[in-house]
């Protein structure tokens, strides 16, 4: 199944053709929204998004793994990582997105 990774430049393009703001403006302005998630999961905080899912901080604790290439033991440190969990309704639409609902698109006035 093919598939297409979505860029920022993907999102400030649907910014500009939805709002209507400079290109400028929509980048920036996605830029500061992305900043504060991760400012708000760099101090520990979750994210919760409606409708979407909630990301959140663990504390992954330190344990021993195996170096793949030797076999031999060795000591993995305690580290924080990020754990997305996508809400039941994202869960619903990945498994039937027929029932998504479709908001029209607008459109652009050019005169």
């Known amino acids: 199944m093919p598939s297409k990774t979505i860029t920022r430049a993907d999102l400030v393009e649907v910014l500009w053709d ?4 400079s290109r400028k403006e929509c980048a ?7 900043d504060e998630i991760a400012n708000s999961l760099i ?5 919760k998004l409606s409708a979407f899912g909630s990301f959140i901080v ?3 604790g330190e ?7 030797t076999g031999e033991p060795c000591p993995i440190t305690s580290r924080r990582v ?12 990945v ?4 029932d998504r ?5 607008r459109q652009l006035e050019l005169f």
């Open 95 to 98: 498994n039937h997105p027929e």
């Open 43 to 47: 101090e520990g905080d979750a994210v």
């Open 82 to 93: 990020i754990v997305f969990r996508p809400s039941q309704k994202l869960k619903h639409w």
């Open 28 to 34: 920036a302005l996605l830029e500061n929204v992305l």
């Open 18 to 21: 939805e709002v209507g703001l």
């Open 63 to 69: 344990r021993m793994g195996r170096n793949p290439k």
């Open 101 to 105: 609902p479709r908001r029209p698109k």
């Open 58 to 60: 663990r504390q992954k």
